[in-house]
């Protein structure tokens, strides 16, 4: 089973960002309380109390103390029944991993996520990061130096500097500097890279700079360049693209997040975060000092959705098609006793003519081109 933690703090407000944090930090201590006493009352969520992974995202929580991760792991180990080679991961920024906080993080972290989003200094100052471009490279290697082999890194593509109107006379070309950051990745022998093209969401700065006209929309041809130019190098450098927005070198798949891809059960806790059995969604409230006062009051401040057999086709069609297992029909025919083959044969033989998709051995898969569609194709197969 799978833990995930999501702590809602953060310097400053990254400009594409539409997840739940709040930059005050003057709650921080009273809501690690909250999340020890929703781990307590959310103890019988999972099947079972064995964890195969633990997952602190965010947020930032690289900016939990020593003393409030110790907290949390009590909490954790009283709880629950932690195997000894079991995954866990802190996402972290860059500018927090000084030696001092390694070396705070090594009693319980063994696997780090560092967000560094890019090595191009206009593009961390566009984005409001909290490091620059020499931080995002030095954060690494110290991270390795002090133990820490198995890490990933967040990069970020689709990003041009005329459209987004960066103060910067382009030197080289977008395609160029997205590739020094492909190399520069790949020189820090990092084993995991995690790539995400550039989303501009309503609710964020870029989303209001894009309404009011400040800045061009992402550029979807861009996008589809810097994707195939990723695919091709990071294949050359012995990265399995195992997920779409996920490569990794031999033996070092995310199996935190594999466990999403595959329906696996996972219980969230803290503001925002989802929980997943099978059968049944949980969202927690993104508000932080409702989720406290509901936790001091002894109270679980979630919504719960109850899927459908339909649901559960469609929620794993989303993710299972996006990865190297590729979606069992199978499991569809379990799930909602329906012929996938029989009853979209329409779809699917409009994007086998595409070049989107194969079936072998009752597995469907995107090809490589079909990655590009892969929300489309997912979404036109859907249930409703």
Known sequence: MHLYLHIPFCKQACHYCDFHFSTSLKSKAELVTAICRELELQKDYLPTRELETIYF?????????EAELGQIFEAIHQIYHVNPSAEITLEANPDDLTSQKLLSLRPFINRLSIGLQSFHEPYLRFMNRAHNAVES???VKRAQDHGFSNLTIDLMYGMSETQLGI????????EQLWQRDLEMAVALNTPHISAYNLTIEPKTA?????????????DEELSARHFEQMITYLSSNQYEQYEI??????????RHNSSYWKRRSYLGVGPSAHSFNGTSRHYNIANNAHYIQSLKAGELPFEAETLSPFDQVNDYLLTSLRTIWGCDLGIIQQLAGIDLREIQKKYLAAFMDNGWIFIENNILFLTPKGKLFADRIASDLFFI
């Open 57 to 65: 995202g965010g947020g930032t929580p690289s900016l939990l103390t």
């Open 137 to 139: 490279e030095a954060s």
């Open 206 to 218: 870029l989303g209001n700079w894009l309404k009011k006209g400040k800045i061009n929309s992402v």
């Open 245 to 254: 927005s996920n490569f990794a070198r031999e033996g070092q798949y995310a």
């Open 167 to 174: 103060e910067h006379i382009p030197i080289v070309s977008d």
